[in-house]
């Protein structure tokens, strides 16, 4: 006997489907439809999010439910307790001997007065971050070119470029620095950009554009980012945002550069555009952009290389004398690039540069209300109002330095920079990821757990950046390490600490460097999520052993 088709297996069942619904009350059929819809609704949701993969929702839902065990329950809620008290007294410990404002004082201070108080909360805090100890963060000094832009911004504190009628020296001060940049990095004459309040505003933007040009332009329903496992966390924040599927795909385990085959496998229909680091924060390599380019212009799709660490470094290299492969718009297929003004262009921070090959592009960032009352709302970012005084800031920064001024910039951070790559190789116990070719150099260890590395360092006066997948810890170079000796004594106390720890490697870790292993081995990523959420309450509040005082207290 020949087992039976489809076509009469869904006879069957449908007869039986009948029989048991007869014997149903018609409240009860009701009841059992809505049911079901509502299942079905669920299931539909839980499978077509946008922004997360069905494997990452099923294990959030797991530990979500886990989590709601009393137990459970209890025993993380008494773990973020300890935590927020333990982060509240970190933040507060250089200023607890100060009185706190609460409200506005009833009258106001004089200038003198503000002028004093603001100087004593400036001086707060241990950290000599002018003598080149932090690992980027602050990336110039220089006390005449703090004067020029000091002396400009206050010049233009009170403009606001959403008025270009009004200011339009501002106008014109952005424009031109968008028109330096394209130079910088060989745009063509459709080149065009903005400038944005930071890097992650620049990504942002660049996410926004290509996903309204994947709706607009190409039809796309649900478009997608696809990147390199490396790529900032900014993206992330785009996804969220946006509510856009983020694809990571894995690097090269050892050049940790984006591995091009599996990009290749990952794109689908959906895929709106294509990232490039160059250089990626965490390890300081450039991905093979002319390779990422190929497929962006193989499947018609957008690719953003993401230089805002060291676009300001990477476009003088080869004027400085060192070669790089090529990263920028002579990249056929490469469509839009951002650069940080901010970090290596010197200039003040809160300024930043998206650049797009074509209008079309830089046209879908753009953001228009025609409906509103109060008028055709039209802003080129985020922002509405933007502080003209940082255009005019960067402005002043780029005009003071000029291209001669970075190319000699370059050369000093990346002498430095090929310097402390060397001497870390040098040094047993740790070793430096992959090769960087420009800003960082990440180290890690098989022998030891590398955050006792960065904990002992803080002691010596060193802020070393801690990474995770793998663990390791870097340093991005800035012109602060160019100084005379700094480079060399970091290289003797990286020796003297490593050195150190090697008698020892299996010790217990303490202080930060039990939290950062902590944190890569929790697999409910919520936890992290949580205990990072702390961090950030903990740098609102306030706390002081001054007793009240009108005001203040």
Request: contains cysteine; aromatic residues 8%; hydrophobic residues 40%.
């Amino acid at each position: 006997m020949s087992p039976p088709n489809i076509i009469e297996m869904a006879s069957l069942l449908k007869m039986y489907v009948d029989y048991r619904l007869k014997e149903q009350s018609p409240l009860k059929l009701i009841l059992i439809s809505a049911g079901a819809a509502y299942s079905i609704a669920q299931l539909q949701n839980f499978l077509t999010d946008p922004e997360l993969s069905v494997t990452e929702r099923t294990k959030r839902y797991i530990f979500s439910w886990i989590r709601i065990i009393p137990l459970v329950k209890k025993k993380v809620e008494e773990e973020r307790l300890k935590a927020k008290n333990m982060m509240e007294e970190d933040m507060n410990k250089c200023t607890k001997s100060l009185s706190v404002y609460y409200q506005l004082p009833s009258n106001g201070r004089s200038v003198e007065e503000i002028s004093k108080e603001a100087s004593e909360y400036l001086e707060l805090g241990d950290c000599d971050w002018k003598a080149g100890g932090l690992s980027g963060c602050v990336y110039n000094v220089d006390p005449e070119v703090t004067t020029l832009v000091t002396q400009v911004y206050g010049m233009s504190a009170w403009t606001n470029p959403l008025h270009p009628e009004v200011f339009p020296g501002i106008r014109k001060m952005e424009a031109e620095i968008v028109q330096m940049a394209i130079d910088m990095f060989n745009g063509g004459n459709d080149a065009c950009g903005t400038m944005t309040s930071g890097g992650s505003e620049s990504l942002l933007l660049a996410v926004k554009a290509y996903r309204d040009y994947a709706r607009n332009v190409k039809g796309i329903r649900n478009p997608e980012i696809l990147m390199p496992a490396s790529g900032h966390a900014a993206f992330d924040k785009a996804s969220q945002l946006y509510r856009m599927r983020l694809v990571r795909v894995p690097v090269d385990p050892k050049t940790h550069k984006a591995d091009i085959k599996a990009m290749e496998k990952a794109i689908n229909k959906n895929t709106c555009m294509l990232l490039a680091s160059a250089p990626g924060f965490p390890h300081g390599v450039i991905d093979p952009v002319e390779e990422i380019a190929a497929l962006g212009r193989k499947y018609g799709i957008p690719v953003h290389v993401d230089a805002c660490l060291g676009g300001f470094v990477i476009a003088f290299m080869e004027e400085a004398g060192y070669r790089l492969p090529p990263f920028d718009f002579r990249v056929e297929g490469v469509t839009s690039i951002s650069a940080d003004t901010h970090k290596y262009g010197y200039a003040p921070k809160g300024s930043s540069i998206i650049l797009y090959s074509h209008p079309k592009y830089r046209q879908q960032q753009f953001f228009v209300a025609t409906e509103w009352p109060g008028g055709i709302y039209a802003s080129p970012t985020l922002a509405g109002s933007r502080p003209g005084g940082l255009i005019a800031a960067c402005w002043a920064s780029m005009m003071y330095y000029g291209r001669n001024g970075y190319v000699e910039a370059t050369k000093k951070i990346t002498e430095t920079h090929r310097y402390i790559e060397k001497g870390l190789r040098q040094i047993k116990g740790i070793r430096v990821m992959g090769h960087p070719e420009a800003c960082c150099v990440a180290v890690d260890s098989i022998e030891f757990n590398i955050y006792r590395v960065s904990d002992a360092m803080a002691k010596k006066g060193w802020s070393l950046s801690p990474l995770q997948f793998p663990s390791s810890i870097h340093l991005t170079v800035t012109y602060l390490h160019t100084r005379e000796g700094v480079a060399q004594r970091f290289i003797e106390d990286m020796r003297s600490t490593v050195e150190e720890i090697m008698k020892s490697p299996k010790a217990e870790a303490e202080g930060a460097a039990v939290i950062y292993g902590m944190a890569q081995s929790i697999p409910d990523r919520s936890m992290v999520t949580d205990i990072a959420s702390v961090f950030l309450d903990s740098i609102y509040n306030l706390k002081s052993d001054v007793v009240s005082n009108g005001n203040a207290k």
